[in-house]
């Protein structure tokens, strides 16, 4: 028998070639499917890490309390990991979160506290400070600070950017991920540039957030109001865990971009995945578009769509967004 544990299954997911969805014959698309990690999202492996590195450096102790704020899938890491070694899980997110990911957390054991979407940055309502405001007033607590903790990047540096080297045998030529704290795109985007300076990193970000803005002119609009609703990318403030400095370009999507593409996914390749896979997979399309020579394009389809039954699997609800439903 052998001893492998949940926690081994974190990474080494699979990438897969786009068969029916890419009309560029000289390029390649490829996607990771992250909703392969045990709590169905590539979050498991910066939390995973974070952790770890925590309990060795005395950071977080026996009986202590995991605090974080989430759209969901870091909230899901965190909760699963604590049910397994034993931590109490408190985990703030805004209300725009879907029902499915609230439920997931609390099916783990873990609290959750539910804060207004709207609550501007700088609010103590906004789910960030009130994570950091819990994490003070608790005794034995330990914030993971995804979007402020170089360990995040460091995570994907050191396993999602060489499973894609490994993966394509050195040939990719393109990675594409919309970010949100920046983990993923930062640390693939450092460890694939150091293998191949030539390989370009391109960043798609929903329109409302203010990446796309300070990437382009350098400046923060004041009104990233972030009132789109896919979940889990772009952002109202600024996150260390991003390094601009390593993406060569940024398209801006839309919501219908995301649902639509997420929904032909499912369809036309049978990949589940979540609005974010959507919009990743759309930008990965538009880039392919605007390349003349045959290129290997990766990208990540980060969560599963189980998450979203409700909202943009629901075609009553597409509607009633004024969402285009493509049968
Ligand atoms: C569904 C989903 N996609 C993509 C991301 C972006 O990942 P990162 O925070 O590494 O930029 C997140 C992060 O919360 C997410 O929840």
Request: charged share 20%.
């Amino acid at each position: 028998m052998n001893s492998y544990q949940l926690l081994d299954t974190v990474g080494n997911t699979p990438l897969v070639k786009l068969q029916n969805i890419n009309p560029y014959s000289h390029i390649e698309i490829y996607v990771k499917l992250e909703f392969f990690n045990p709590s169905g999202s590539i979050k498991d492996r910066m939390v995973k890490y974070i952790i770890e590195n925590a309990e060795a450096n005395g950071l977080l102790k026996p009986g202590g309390t995991i605090v974080e704020n989430t759209s969901g899938n870091t909230g899901a890491a965190v909760a699963m990991i604590a049910a397994i070694k034993g931590y109490k899980a408190i985990l703030t997110m805004p209300d725009k979160v879907s029902k499915e990911k609230q439920n997931a957390l609390k099916a783990f054991g873990a609290e959750i506290v539910v804060t207004p979407t709207s609550a501007p940055p700088d609010s103590p309502e906004h789910y960030v400070n009130t994570a950091k405001r819990i994490a003070k007033e608790t005794t034995n607590s330990f914030l993971i600070n995804q979007y402020d903790n170089l360990k995040n990047p460091e995570a994907h540096y050191l396993s999602t950017g060489p499973e894609i080297w490994q993966q394509t045998d050195g040939k990719v030529t393109h990675f594409v991920a919309a970010g949100s704290t920046g983990g993923t795109v930062s640390g693939v985007g450092k460890y694939l540039k150091e293998k191949n300076p030539n390989i370009q990193i391109v960043m798609p970000d929903p329109i409302g957030s203010i990446y796309y803005d300070y990437f382009k002119t350098g400046k923060i609009k004041t009104d990233g109001s972030c009132s789109y609703q896919v979940e889990g990318v772009g952002e109202d403030h600024l996150a260390r865990a991003m390094n601009f400095s390593l993406i060569d370009d940024m398209y801006q999507f839309t919501d219908d971009d995301a649902f639509t593409m997420a929904r032909r996914l499912v369809r036309e390749e049978g990949i589940f995945g979540g609005g974010t896979g959507g919009a990743n997979v759309w930008a990965a399309l538009k880039l392919a578009k605007s390349l003349k020579k045959s290129a290997v394009i990766v990208t990540v389809i980060p969560d599963n769509g189980v998450k979203y039954l409700s909202k943009f699997y629901n075609d009553e609800w597409m509607k009633q967004n004024n969402y285009s439903i493509i049968s």
